[in-house]
Each structure stands twice: as structure tokens, then as C-alpha cells.
């Protein structure tokens, strides 16, 4: 560790310092004085047996003991690294004003060597309120556990980026505070919060067929490819070029979505993640909207660290209504949504057939996203990744790497499945059924179709 640890955020007397007024140390300049009044002389978190009850809890091996004991008698041999990490602690837990937009800022340069435990150590310091929030919300134990196990998958990205180190990445601390709050639990393979859809498309049924179609939302515009085409605020795309796929090029084209009394006019999404510039119009006689933006929906999202198998999945997705419709009641699940790397399109092109993943996304109805170099960060760990330098250590590092090297755009995409169709999922009912929709529509069969 550096002598000067904390230079630069805190002075000799554990205060701000003035060149803490830069964006990076507003997380810590923030509630400062608080933190500091409630301090207790040791923290709890500190505390070698809470560290191991900590550590068990979440699923981290105990080979991880030593260290973290060490570490945590790193802090508590410096009094202003004890107040930064009680400071670190309430931010997470208590300070709402700690959020995605004003996160937890870089304390390499300070910190040195400890700075990956130091985060670990607050991130299991949120175990004990995840444990009590989830108690009073009579949550069983089996899912406060499952939910607690994501200190583990953070710290399983931490030792994948690293080489093996024991630590949390900073920009992983903000998630926490969803467990520490209750609002996100985990149910088998998958985490879930409940949510309003504001996702970008409307799920259709046929009365008689049981089919079902997706109309792209009002306004919405898309390439000629039929993904959407809203820029990125970066601009960028996977090889730090700027990204073909923006609004205003050529072949680019917008969606409408009508309602009548007698029918709805739109364009329709195939299931594998396309829009298609030919409008469609379905009568309401045949036709019934049976998700949209607006609708309560699980949102999901998908721990690292374990298979994707399809049995897990579909059994995560059959136990999650019922557990967040007796656990927040007056709400009733219409549907799950995900917006994420993992849907995106050219994982069918470059993943194997028989893949867990894309399994998965053929049983689901798919969505046009956007080029998104950011979500690499989740496979490479590293903001900065280059596809001629990228780590090829699995297989699908190596394939996404050797994809971005031939040019390919990373795209994001999104999902919706409604909650009635869970009974036939491994089914792969949107994929399967198209051909019966498109001849029902007038549509090509094809997801590339362009009208």
C-alpha cells in the first residue's frame, strides 16, 4: 500500500482535500461530515469472524479468509483508512445519493495493492443488511442466499480481469444497494426486480393460433437491417471507429404504431431480433395485445459464473412470478424483459448451435438493440479492449474476439416473454410458429426480410 493513501481525497485529519472536487471524488466528498460523525472505533465489517460469516454466506471459498483478514487489519492500522471504508460502507447501504451516475471513484493511486480487497470488504459488509431487510420481508432463506452469492460472482469477474486476484471491481459497488433495499432477489440461474416494460415493442396474440407477433413502438428508428439505429452517446463502435449503424444513414426507415377501433397498424419484429419495414395490420377480432410498454414485467438479469443450461433457465423463469407476486402483492406479472449483451444477434453467428446461449435466446422473443462497445467490459473486463490484444482463454472470449477483429459491430439486444407462454418454452414458440404468423400477416419468413 502507498503511504500516501489516501492523498488527494482526504487530508492528515481524514477531511476532503480541495482537489476532491473533481467528479471522481465526489462519491467520497459526498456526506463526508456524516460518515465521519457516525463512525464507529471499529466497524463491524473489520471484524475477522464477521468477514468469515460473510465470506461463507456469499459462496466465497475459504482460501479467501487469510487475506481478507490481513487486508481488513491493513485498515484498521490507519485511522483514515478506516473512515473511508465506513464512508465506503454508508454510500453503499444507506447514502442514496450513491448511485450508477456518481459512482465510487478510482483509489489505485492510493490504495495500491489493497484496493481490490477494500471493496470486497464493503461489498460483504452488505450481507448483514441484505440478510435483515430480506427478514423483515419474510423472504426464505434459500433466496437470501442465492441473492448474497453475487459478492461471489463479483469477485469471480474481479479474479477473471486480474489474474487471479482476490478483489471487487469498483464499478460493480453500486449494484449491492438493490439487495441491501430489496429489490432485487435471485430465483435459481437468473436475478429479477419488478419493473414497468418501457422497452421499445408490443407483444400481439392470435385468438385462434395462440401466435404471437411483436410491433416495433411508435417512432422508433431502425437500419435496413432492421436494428435500431439510435447512436450511442460515444458514438463508438466495437474497434473505437464510429459506429455505421446511426440515425440519418442511408436505408435507415421509422416505425409507427397505430391503434383504431378496429385494428392496430404497425411494423412488425421477428423473433430473432429484426424489425421489418413492411407494416402489418392486425384485427383486433384475431388479435390481443398482450404486453406493452407500461406492463408490470420481472426484469431480469444474469449473474456470471455458472452455465446457462436450459433446464435452469426455464425453471428460474416459471418460479419467479409467483415468488414476486407473494412478496409484493398487487402485482401481477404479465411478462419478463432483459435488455443485454447476451441477446445480442451475432452470438447465433458466431456461438455454436448446440450452445447453452443460444439455446436460450431462440426460445425468447428478441429485439433490435444498438452497437454498444461498453457491454465487451462484461466478457473482457477492460473498457479499453482491443480484438487484437483481447484475452482468448475460453471459448467465448476467443470467438468474440476473433469476430471483432474481422470488423463485426457489437450490438445489445433485448427480450420479452410473456409469463403465459412459460408453460412452452422449451418449445421455442416465437421462432417456431413465425412461418404460421408471417403467412397469417403477408410477411417474408425470414428475419432479414426488408419488406
Known amino acids: 500500500m502507498n503511504d500516501n493513501t489516501i492523498e488527494g481525497s482526504a487530508n492528515e485529519n481524514g477531511e476532503p482535500t480541495a482537489d476532491a472536487t473533481n467528479a471522481a471524488d465526489a462519491a467520497i466528498r459526498a456526506r463526508w461530515d456524516e460518515s465521519e460523525a457516525t463512525r464507529p472505533e471499529r466497524p463491524f465489517f473489520l471484524e475477522p469472524e464477521e468477514i468469515t460469516a460473510a465470506r461463507e454466506y456469499t459462496g466465497l471459498p475459504g482460501d479467501a479468509d487469510a487475506e481478507l483478514h490481513a487486508r481488513a487489519r491493513e485498515i484498521q492500522a490507519d485511522d483514515r483508512l478506516v473512515l473511508l471504508a465506513w464512508h465506503a460502507y454508508r454510500s453503499v447501504v444507506e447514502y442514496e445519493e450513491y448511485t450508477r451516475s456518481t459512482p465510487w471513484p478510482a483509489l489505485a493511486d492510493r490504495l495500491g495493492e489493497l484496493e481490490g480487497c477494500f471493496h470486497l470488504l464493503v461489498a460483504l459488509a452488505t450481507v448483514r443488511a441484505t440478510r435483515e431487510k430480506h427478514q423483515q420481508m419474510r423472504i426464505p432463506e434459500d433466496v437470501t442466499r442465492a441473492t448474497c452469492r453475487q459478492v461471489a460472482c463479483f469477485a469471480g469477474n474481479y479474479r477473471a480481469g486480474t489474474g487471479g486476484r482476490l478483489g471487487l471491481y469498483r464499478r460493480q459497488l453500486y449494484w449491492l444497494r438493490n439487495y441491501t433495499d430489496g429489490v432485487i432477489f435471485r430465483i435459481g440461474r437468473f436475478e429479477y426486480r419488478v419493473k414497468r416494460l418501457d422497452f421499445h415493442v408490443s407483444l400481439f396474440r392470435h385468438t385462434e393460433t395462440g401466435h404471437v407477433i411483436a410491433l416495433a413502438a411508435d417512432g422508433r428508428t431502425y437500419t435496413a437491417e432492421g436494428y435500431a439505429a439510435e447512436p450511442r452517446a460515444d458514438g463508438a463502435g466495437p474497434g473505437g471507429d464510429t459506429a455505421d449503424d446511426r440515425s440519418g444513414a442511408a436505408g435507415d426507415w421509422n416505425a409507427s404504431l397505430t391503434e383504431t377501433a378496429d385494428s392496430f397498424r404497425g411494423y412488425p419484429v421477428h423473433p430473432a431480433g429484426r424489425a421489418i419495414s413492411r407494416p402489418v395490420i392486425l384485427d383486433r377480432a384475431s388479435w390481443t395485445c398482450i404486453l406493452k410498454p407500461g406492463d408490470t414485467v420481472l426484469d431480469m438479469h444474469i449473474p456470471a459464473g455458472e452455465p446457462m443450461r436450459s433446464e435452469a433457465c426455464a425453471d428460474s423463469m416459471r418460479r419467479a412470478p409467483a415468488f414476486f407476486e407473494r412478496h409484493f402483492p398487487g402485482e401481477t406479472i404479465r411478462g419478463f424483459w432483459c435488455s443485454s449483451w447476451i441477446f445480442g444477434p451475432q452470438l447465433e453467428e458466431i456461438l455454436p448451435e448446440t450452445s447453452n446461449l443460444v439455446s ?38 476467443r470467438v468474440i474476439a476473433e469476430y471483432l477483429e474481422r470488423g463485426g459491430l457489437w450490438r445489445n439486444a433485448g427480450m420479452v416473454f410473456p409469463v403465459d407462454d412459460l408453460y412452452r418454452i422449451e418449445q421455442e414458440p416465437y421462432r417456431s410458429g413465425w412461418p404460421e404468423v408471417a403467412k397469417l400477416c403477408g410477411l417474408p419468413t425470414g428475419p432479414a426480410a426488408r419488406g
Open 360 to 397: 436460450f435466446m431462440r426460445r425468447l422473443y428478441l429485439c433490435p438493440g444498438t452497437v454498444d462497445r461498453s457491454s465487451l467490459w462484461f466478457i473482457f473486463f477492460d473498457a479499453d479492449v482491443r480484438p487484437e490484444t483481447a484475452p482468448r482463454d475460453n471459448t467465448l472470449r
